[in-house]
C-alpha cells in the first residue's frame, strides 16, 4: 500500500538553493524507481530527475544538470532533490512519482509513472 509524499518548497530567490523531500510509506524505497517531475502554469509536466531502484543510476532534464542533485537514503525511505542557483524558470509545482519497474536500458525518466504525490510548490522570484 504505497504512499509517496513530498515536501521541502517555497519562496526563494534567483541563485538560492532548496532541497525537496520525497517520502514513501508503506514500502521500502529500495524496491521503487523514483522520479521528480514539474509542471508551470500553462506548461506541460516536465522529467526532472529520476534514481532507479537497480543501481541507483540517475539521469537529469537538460535544464538542470549540473544545478540540481538527486539523492536515496533508504534508511529513511526518502528521495532528495537539491536544487542549487535556482533560476525563475524552475518555478513550477514539484511531484515525485513511484514506478516499481526495474529499468534496464533507456531513461527512468520514461517510465510510465502510475503513483504521484500531490505536489509541492517552488517559487523562484526576485
Known amino acids: 500500500q504505497l504512499q509517496v509524499v513530498e515536501s521541502g518548497g517555497g519562496l526563494v530567490q534567483p541563485g538560492g538553493s532548496l532541497r525537496l523531500s520525497c517520502v514513501l510509506s508503506?514500502?521500502?524505497?529500495?524496491?521503487?524507481?523514483i522520479g521528480w517531475f514539474r509542471q508551470a502554469p500553462g506548461k506541460e509536466r516536465e522529467g526532472v530527475s529520476c534514481?532507479?531502484?537497480?543501481?541507483?543510476?540517475?539521469n537529469y532534464a537538460n535544464s538542470v544538470k549540473g544545478r540540481f542533485t538527486i539523492s536515496r537514503e533508504n534508511a529513511r525511505n526518502t528521495v532528495y532533490l537539491q536544487m542549487n542557483n535556482l533560476k525563475t524558470e524552475d518555478t513550477a509545482v514539484y511531484y515525485c512519482?513511484?514506478?516499481?519497474?526495474?529499468?534496464?536500458?533507456?531513461?527512468?525518466?520514461?517510465?510510465?509513472?502510475?503513483?504521484w504525490g500531490q505536489g509541492t510548490q517552488v517559487t523562484v522570484s526576485s
Open positions: 534514481i532507479t531502484r537497480s543501481d541507483g543510476s540517475t
Open positions: 512519482a513511484a514506478h516499481p519497474a526495474v529499468v534496464v536500458g533507456g531513461s527512468c525518466l520514461d517510465l510510465s509513472y502510475a503513483i
Open positions: 508503506g514500502p521500502t524505497l529500495d524496491g521503487y524507481t
